[in-house]
Structures are given as structure tokens and as C-alpha cells.
């Protein structure tokens, strides 16, 4: 009998007013509506070469989008598909040459590309969210933080200057990598993360598989989305099976996307 009562940190609280924004598949991630109108902006670190959520929050907000992403031009990440095969290869290829091609047309989506990271320190390309608030006149503002970024996400939250920063995100939707090797520690800053916001949403990256803890199949990769406590005066579990019928999609459209129990 699993007696570990911690995973259930992951069980999302009720909350009305939840939407999809982005495309099918991968590239749709599950937001709070209602506060999307007291946002001055999306901050958004890893965008990869599929904007459909960007170009949906645009859409829907009016709202500016500053996007960072220091690889999408890099042409060696290209070839060193290479290893993987052919198959990788050509894909990212082809993704490469299209974003070359439309990159220029984000700016009708107010979106401004930055060829910027992010890290817990200033390093070459990689900024710290403090330095790229304070560049871009965003600090003090509210903001909707969105962050996919292959593991990235666990130095910036073990680091303590990140908490002060976040009382003006009013909604945080990470996707949260290698969570078998990281689960300890994602554990520590869900419940960082509790003190100034809830868990709304959680949802699969199907690309990933899963792994055993304590006899509950846990999935390698997670995406979440976090809502500010304010917008939440009461405090309950949600009843909804995950994924959530109409609003959630599996990333790979070719598996079945993976239902999500191991919080009960």
C-alpha cells in the first residue's frame, strides 16, 4: 500500500474559466481566461519553431509577447540531428528553413523575438528573468510566464532570487522535464510555488513516458500551469479526470495521451 502522501502536491484545485490556446497537439497549453485581462504581457522562455500559442495569445489579449529563444537559428543543432538519423534531420530542417521564412511576420502579432535564455545568472546569451524585466521595462508589471526549456526550468527555480519575482505572474504554465531523474526536487518547488500560487491544470507530454514511484505511474514529462493564490479564495481539488475531456490533446497525435491518476 502507497502510504507517500507527496505526490499529491500535483493534484490541481478547481478553478472556472480554463482555455486552450495554441494549436492541436503539441504547441496548446491550458490557461486561465479570466485573468488574462489583468495581464500587461506574455513573457515567454523557449518558444521552439511553433508559435500557434503565441499568435492565439496575441490574438485573443492584444496584448504584447516577448519571446526568447537563443537556438532557433543555430545551424549546427541542425546537422547535429545527424546522429539521430535522417528522419530528425530533414524534420529539423525543414523547420529551420520555415522559421527563417516567417519569423518576420510575428511582428503583426506584436510578438518581439529575443535571441535570449533563460538561467539563474547572466551568462552569454542565457539572462536571469530579473535582467530581461528590468531590459525590457516589464518589472513591477504583471506578467503571464510561460517556460519550456529541457530542464533549464529546475536551476532557475532552486535559485532564491526567483520567488521575490513572481508576485506579478499571475499565471505560470511550465513544462517540467526528466522528472523522474528531478522528482525530490520538483516536489520542493511545487511547494515553493504553493506560498504565492495554486496548481490549476497538469497534463502529459506524451513524447515522454512513465515511470514507477511508490506503485503510481508518474510521467516523465509534465506540463502545468500555475494561477495566482488572489484568483483563487477558495481552495478545492478539481474532480476532473486528466486529461481533461475538450480541453486537453496529446502532444504525439500518433499515442495515446496518458491519463493521470497518480495524485489521488
Known amino acids: 500500500m502507497n502510504t507517500d502522501n507527496s505526490l499529491k502536491i500535483f493534484h490541481p484545485l478547481q478553478v472556472a474559466g480554463l482555455e486552450r490556446l495554441g494549436g492541436n497537439y503539441d504547441g496548446g497549453y491550458i490557461v486561465h481566461a479570466p485573468s488574462l485581462k489583468d495581464a500587461a504581457c506574455l513573457v515567454n522562455y523557449g518558444v521552439g519553431y ?77 539572462k536571469t528573468l530579473a535582467y530581461h524585466l528590468d531590459k525590457y521595462g516589464l518589472t513591477g508589471k504583471n506578467i503571464i510566464l510561460k517556460m519550456d526549456v529541457e530542464g533549464a526550468e529546475y536551476p532557475f527555480f532552486n535559485s532564491p532570487a526567483t520567488y521575490p519575482l513572481l508576485d506579478n505572474a499571475l499565471q505560470i504554465i511550465l ?62 481539488p478539481a474532480t476532473t479526470p486528466y486529461p481533461v475531456p475538450g480541453l486537453d490533446q496529446p502532444c504525439d497525435r500518433l499515442r495515446e495521451d496518458i491519463v493521470l491518476d497518480f495524485f489521488y
Not at 61 to 78: E, R
Not at 176 to 205: E, G, P, Q, R
Open 50 to 126: 511553433n508559435v500557434s500559442f503565441e499568435k492565439d495569445f496575441s490574438n485573443e489579449t492584444g496584448l504584447p509577447v516577448y519571446a526568447f529563444d537563443p537556438t532557433l537559428k543555430d545551424i549546427s543543432a541542425v546537422f547535429g540531428d545527424l546522429k539521430r538519423g535522417i528522419i530528425p534531420f530533414l524534420r529539423h530542417a525543414k523547420n529551420y528553413a520555415v522559421w527563417l521564412f516567417k519569423v518576420g511576420s510575428l511582428k503583426k502579432y506584436n510578438i518581439t523575438m529575443v535571441e535570449e535564455g533563460i538561467a539563474d545568472k547572466n551568462s552569454g546569451p542565457y
Open 175 to 236: 513544462e517540467f522535464h526528466d522528472v523522474d531523474k528531478n522528482l525530490d526536487n520538483l516536489i520542493a518547488i511545487m511547494d515553493k510555488l504553493s506560498k504565492t500560487h495554486s496548481l490549476i491544470h497538469i497534463h502529459s507530454n506524451n513524447h515522454a513516458g512513465v515511470f514507477n514511484y511508490n506503485g503510481k505511474n508518474v510521467p516523465e514529462t509534465l506540463e502545468a500551469t500555475f494561477l495566482l493564490n488572489k484568483y483563487l479564495p477558495e481552495k478545492k
